[in-house]
């Protein structure tokens, strides 16, 4: 089996800043693209941010300029660095990767529980 856990998230001030990382563990033969959803309440799930394997990354319009996304293959992790953050920021985030298990050959796109960011004065 494999598995994402997410951690990083609380609450910021407008204008703060916070990072989340996520680590995916288990019988893991390789780790293609990774990403960031994230949902608000009463909201569609939207993109955040993707990246590849070989590191290309994409971002959501509403997110550019103040987001980044990186990650680190050695550790199958991914990070997501939040700046300049707004209260429209606000949702639980969702990290995402496909994942070619070390028992199959065929990629599976995994998620995880999530991780509450608010921001608020």
């Known amino acids: 089996q494999v598995q994402l856990a997410e951690s990083g998230g609380g609450l910021v001030q407008p204008g703060g800043s916070l990072r989340l990382s996520c680590a995916a563990s288990?019988?893991?033969?390789?780790?293609?693209?990774m990403g960031w959803y994230r949902q608000a309440p009463g909201k569609q799930r939207e993109l955040v941010a993707t990246?590849?394997?070989?590191?290309?990354?994409k971002y959501a319009d509403s997110v550019k300029g103040r987001f980044t996304i990186s990650r680190d293959n050695g550790k199958n992790t991914v990070y997501l660095q939040m700046n300049v953050l707004k209260p429209e920021d606000t949702a639980v985030y969702l990290c995402?990767?496909?994942?070619?298990?070390?028992?199959?050959?065929?990629?599976?796109?995994?998620w995880g529980q999530g991780t509450q960011v608010t921001v608020s004065s």
């Open positions: 990246i590849t394997y070989g590191q290309v990354t």
């Open positions: 288990g019988s893991i033969l390789r780790v293609d693209s």
């Open positions: 995402t990767a496909r994942i070619v298990p070390s028992y199959s050959i065929i990629p599976r796109d995994c």
